[in-house]
């Protein structure tokens, strides 16, 4: 027989900023939140993409394999 004032079930670690978060601004910032985190990862990824068009071949392998012409 389960007590109703013991919450059993929680959401997994990853997700506990985000209720934190609810908790202070109200249910919206959940949407806002993941937007903008979101946001910041896909300017991340497009950034380093951007570097490694960029930079030179022998810059990504490193010292070991630099090829000396």
Do not use: C, D, Y
């Not at 900023?17 to 601004?25: C, D, H, Q, R």
């Amino acid at each position: 027989m389960p007590i109703e004032s013991i919450e059993v079930t929680k959401p997994p670690w990853i997700f506990l900023p985000l209720f934190a978060i609810e908790n202070w601004v109200g249910i919206s910032a959940i949407l806002w939140i993941s937007v903008a985190t979101g946001a910041i990862l896909l300017l991340v990824l497009v950034g380093l993409a951007a570097l490694a068009w960029v930079t030179q071949g022998a810059e990504h392998i490193g010292s070991l394999f630099r090829i000396r012409a």
